[in-house]
């Protein structure tokens, strides 16, 4: 790999020589021979080399992997294209191609190929899931003792195709490890994502004890100013609980307000959603 090469281009960028950076413990010789590609450094004396030129280490495998994020997270950018733009046939094509992948026999590829049936089936309405299936991505998050952030995208991205009881299990697990996941920023917002999506979701079936776990869970997230969607998120989520569990029509103004802030943004297909949605509530209310 070119692990040396791009080190040498981001400790030069920053006008660090061999020896500034050699101050952190490291051998001039040792890094000059992996900046050549002539040797390679242990994990502990990498991440010595990373600190001594201030680059975080998704930074840096973001630039190994060509400026490109990583295959699950560019599978997840298409599921959500597709799905603001109710591409159906789009997304029957993603589903074809993930299920022709030589390795579709692998845990992680079929965990994809899941993840598209559930959105094709939201769109499409017709059955694709299976309950094996959901039962299959549920026993590998109830069986990894430790979450990352690829279990946090997993199960944020199933909640909604999750029997209620396994969705709570699971998600409160998560709740008891805000403490670790507050320090790490990107898995911190995962987390307060996870919390809403399991909030709306509680409010929609009615779950209304458990909607309250998660209002009380949400409150510790602390949103801050440039958190806007977050906060309009949860704005609409407690309207949308006031209208369907109190009947309170003061509710719906509320919302309508959330709804015409997505649109003041261009966010046109967050508005379309949240207006589809007030109006079936309101439908199913008369």
Not at 271 to 280: D, T, V
């Amino acid at each position: 790999m070119k692990y040396g090469k791009i080190f040498k281009k981001f400790r030069e960028s920053r006008g660090l020589s061999l020896k500034n950076v050699a101050k952190s413990g490291l051998s001039s010789s040792h890094l000059s021979r992996f900046e050549m590609m002539r040797a390679d450094l242990t994990i502990s004396k990498f991440f010595l080399a990373l600190d001594a030129i201030h680059m975080p280490i998704e930074e840096f495998v973001y630039a190994v992997r060509d400026f490109r994020r990583d295959d699950f997270n560019e599978l997840l950018e298409k599921i959500r294209y597709l799905v603001s733009n109710r591409d159906i046939d789009g997304m029957k094509k993603l589903l074809i191609s993930q299920m022709e992948k030589k390795d579709k026999k692998e845990p992680f590829a079929s965990f994809n190929t899941i993840l598209i049936k559930i959105r094709l089936q939201d769109l499409s309405g017709e059955t694709y899931v299976t309950d094996q299936e959901i039962v299959t991505i549920s026993d590998y998050l109830f069986s990894a003792e430790y979450w990352g952030y690829y279990e946090l995208l997993l199960f944020m991205n199933t909640i909604d195709a999750l029997n209620h009881n396994t969705m709570m299990i699971l998600a409160k697990e998560m709740c008891h490890r805000l403490d670790f996941y507050r320090d790490i920023p990107n898995n911190r917002r995962l987390l307060a994502t996870m919390s809403l999506n399991a909030y709306i979701t509680c409010i929609e079936r009615n779950e209304w004890m458990d909607a309250l776990y998660f209002e009380k869970q949400l409150k510790y997230c602390n949103f801050s100013e440039t958190e806007m969607y977050e906060k309009l998120v949860l704005h609409y989520a407690n309207n949308l609980y006031d209208l369907k569990k109190n009947n309170n029509r003061h509710a719906v103004l509320e919302m309508r307000k959330c709804i015409a802030a997505t649109k003041l943004v261009d966010s046109n297909q967050i508005s379309i959603k949240f207006e589809n949605y007030l109006q079936k509530v309101l439908d199913d209310m008369r």
